[in-house]
């Protein structure tokens, strides 16, 4: 069973985690509108940029 202060730090970890999950789909949209959307020309480093952004996000769900 587990005590209050664990509950706690767990809420804390969820929460910590699901707004860097926020970001990361938020940051992920705007690469995607750039990559595709606007008439930038640097779209290799937005694809670099998604493909960080997928490792960092497969990193951080695999904990």
Same mark, same amino acid.
């Given at each position: ?8 730090? =767990?809420?804390?970890?969820? &929460? %910590? =985690? =699901? @707004?860097?999950?926020? !970001? +990361?789909? !938020? #940051?992920?949209? *705007?690469?995607?509108?750039? *990559? ?6 640097? %779209? *290799? &480093?937005?694809?670099?940029? =998604? #493909?960080? *952004? !997928?490792?960092? /996000?497969?990193? +951080? /769900? @695999?904990?």
């Amino acid at each position: 069973m587990q005590t209050v202060s664990q509950r706690l730090k =767990l809420d804390r970890v969820d &929460i %910590w =985690l =699901l @707004s860097i999950n926020v !970001l +990361l789909v !938020l #940051a992920f949209n *705007l690469n995607l509108y750039f *990559l595709f959307v606007s008439d930038e020309t640097q %779209w *290799l &480093i937005v694809f670099w940029c =998604l #493909a960080g *952004l !997928l490792v960092f /996000w497969i990193l +951080l /769900w @695999s904990l």
